[in-house]
């Protein structure tokens, strides 16, 4: 179980929760949605979601709930964070920048 908070080079930031499968994202001075939250746990939920749709497809995901300062992805506890992080930050940081029109 990780107990720190890990930053990317585009800002983003991941911290663990108290789930050992979860992983909570920020990207400070950015938000995610405008209000509100949107939990999804399956892909076929989250379908009509782009950013949840990509994480979706990132192997291993199996649950994400979005509020505007952060996202928490859930793995399934068979798959490792070395696998799924990297790929979560990759999606996060295009959603972002497609939000933000850059």
């Not at 938000?31 to 782009?50: M, N, V």
């Not at 930050?89 to 850059?102: D, K, Q, T």
Request: charged share 20%.
């Amino acid at each position: 179980m990780r107990f720190w908070k890990k930053a990317s080079a585009s800002g983003l930031q991941s911290q663990p929760t108290p789930n050992p499968n979860s992983l909570k994202f920020t990207a400070p001075g950015r938000t995610f949605i405008d209000k509100g939250l949107l939990s999804f746990r399956s892909a076929e939920a989250a379908a009509a979601h782009p950013l949840a749709a990509a994480l979706f497809a990132i192997e291993g995901v199996c649950d994400v709930l979005i509020l505007p300062e952060f996202v928490t992805v859930t793995k399934r506890p068979d798959v490792s964070w070395d696998v799924v992080e990297a790929s979560v930050l990759e999606v996060l940081r295009a959603y972002l920048a497609e939000r933000s029109g850059s």
